[in-house]
């Protein structure tokens, strides 16, 4: 009866510490918002960029986009709003605010702020898209040695 | 007379039992004015310092409290915590999350090694350092053998920034940008410009709390009488060997969560390297502060990172001022590393027969006595 009550108690431990590492995972993935102001292709229909635009994302400090711009946030968690703030041809200053989900495994999405700024109720899919980094940006040189010595540094030194 | 002979052999005693402390007040008090470096600098130095080393080396008490020595063996924690880091930059987890995570991954890793450690221990009674000392490097092979071919090949690693250009293996350096600091940042003040990371330092004090505490339980009451004599302690029905193994996997998995500290205050993990360097610094470091093969408490681990780390600090600069190369002082450091656990080895012994010797002397004079 005991044993039957500490083998319990352990199992439990264990499905506690698996729910917890599930929790942090999903609350600490990181993810890479890059806001794009380019001109995008949305539905067959070219959208030119924007002037001069302010983003932010998840209350992080706005960032200034000009035309051909692109910058980035790094944010946490799955769950985000983006706020677009530009000024219309008749110069009145809009706003818009969206939230979007990233998908828990993408490191990087793209929130295309001139498909967003046309359609500011349209579907996420129109103006958030995947984003993969070039190869080139993630890999080192091909020289990249393993040292396995812990008296290298010092070798090498003299 | 008797009196002035008793002060003489108490101040005696003293020094013997505090000649490796003693040692290196006089290295930094010689190196201090020769490095150059103001009283403001080289405490924040230090705080840095005791941050990032003090975690790792109060997982060495536990051990000592057995009887079982300096657990060399922490590399094998060491190395679990590195692993969980090199899963937690794969999967792109930061910030606290990041740490605890790495510290969960750590610990079936870090008991699983700690059991193994513990039961080749049991079969090498009396020769424990050099034994655990080997296990570290024989386990440092199997590591190497899983993250230099496993990782990228049978173990999926998704990141080609920690994968070797060749498809599989992990880089010589793993950037962890994502946790780096971010334990220590957490609760910061700054005193007269000096900063404090609150946080780091109530995880240090609530595992100082939790060793005083263990010692007070019966484990712990049972790890003492083991570390006292194993027979005496079988023969009260203590389970000896059960009791070593888990002062073993309590080390190992305490030594995982202090790399994990270490490693976010550096922000870099040496993949192949850092492991390796850890043991033999944690150890040395806890001489320094006065402790010994067999007895060692909480003031050993913070004086001597106190005074180990001063010396690190100063040497490279003293070594420059002095002859004008700060290499010299990369090579005093290691050198006096190695030398002070030597030391500390060669007085254990020396002390522990004349102890023996003084304890045959008054029993025969207590027999003479008698007689």
């Known amino acids: 009866m005991k044993m039957g009550r500490t083998l319990l108690i352990r199992l439990s431990a264990v499905l506690v510490i698996l729910i917890l590492s599930v929790v942090l995972f999903f609350i600490g993935k990181s993810h890479t918002v890059l806001v794009d102001n380019k001109t995008v292709t949305v539905e067959g229909r070219e959208i030119a960029p924007l002037k001069l635009v302010e983003v932010s994302v998840s209350k992080q400090g706005a960032l200034e986009l000009t035309p051909r711009d692109r910058d980035k946030f ?85 | 007379m008797t009196l002035n002979a008793t002060k003489g052999q108490k101040l005696l005693r003293f020094l013997a039992n505090n000649t490796v402390p003693i040692l290196f007040l006089i290295i930094c008090a010689f190196g201090i004015p020769l490095s150059g470096y103001s009283a403001n600098y080289l405490v924040s130095e230090i705080i840095i310092r005791l941050v990032r080393n003090s975690f790792l080396i109060v997982s060495l008490l536990i051990p000592i ?25 794969d999967w792109g987890i930061v910030g606290i999350p990041g740490m605890v995570l790495a510290m969960i991954i750590s610990t079936p890793i870090s008991m699983f090694l700690g059991w193994l450690c513990g039961k080749i221990l049991n079969m090498a009674k009396g020769r424990e350092m050099v034994t655990s000392y080997i296990i570290g490097f024989f386990m440092n092979g199997i590591y190497q053998l899983v993250v230099l071919y496993g990782m990228g090949a049978v173990i999926p690693i998704r990141s080609k920034s920690l994968v070797l250009p060749r498809g599989y293996g992990i880089r010589n350096t793993v950037n962890l940008i994502g946790i780096r600091k971010s334990l220590d940042n957490l609760l910061m003040i700054r005193i007269l410009g000096i900063p404090i990371p609150v946080a780091t330092f109530i995880l240090i004090a609530l595992l100082c709390l939790f060793v005083l ?40 998995v305490l030594a995982g969560y202090g790399m994990i500290i270490y490693l976010q205050n550096i922000g870099t993990l040496n993949t192949y390297n850092s492991h390796m360097q850890i043991g033999m610094f944690s150890v040395a470091a806890l001489l320094v502060g006065g402790a010994t093969v067999a007895k060692a408490n909480i003031r050993n681990v913070f004086l001597g990172v106190i005074l180990f780390h001063l010396m690190f600090i100063v040497s490279p600069m003293a070594g420059k001022n002095l002859i004008g190369q700060a290499q010299l002082g990369e090579y005093f450091r290691v050198f006096v590393s190695y030398g002070v656990i030597t030391i500390s080895l060669v007085l254990y012994e020396m002390r522990k027969k004349r102890e023996q010797a003084e304890a045959g002397l008054s029993l025969a004079a207590a027999q003479e006595v008698e007689a």
């Open chain 2, 65 to 89: 409290l057995a009887g079982m020595g300096l657990n060399f063996g922490m590399t094998l924690g060491a190395m679990a915590g590195q692993i969980g880091l090199i899963f937690i930059s």
């Open chain 2, 213 to 252: 505490w263990f010692k007070k339980t019966k484990l712990g009451q049972d790890m003492r009488a083991v570390g006292q004599d194993m027979e005496v302690a079988r023969a009260a029905g203590i389970p000896v060997e059960h009791t070593r193994i888990l002062s073993i996997v309590i080390s190992t």
């Open chain 1, 74 to 158: 790094e944010v946490t968690g799955q769950k985000h709003r983006v706020t677009v703030t530009y000024t219309d041809d008749a110069w009145n200053e809009r706003t818009i605010t969206r939230s979007f989900t990233v998908p828990l495994m993408q490191d990087m999405v793209m929130v295309l702020v001139p498909a967003l700024v046309a359609h500011p109720e349209g579907d996420q899919a129109l103006w958030l898209e995947n984003y993969e980094a070039p190869t080139y940006a993630v890999t080192m040189s091909e020289s990249d040695e393993v040292v396995t010595d812990d008296m290298a540094g010092l070798i090498t030194g003299i």
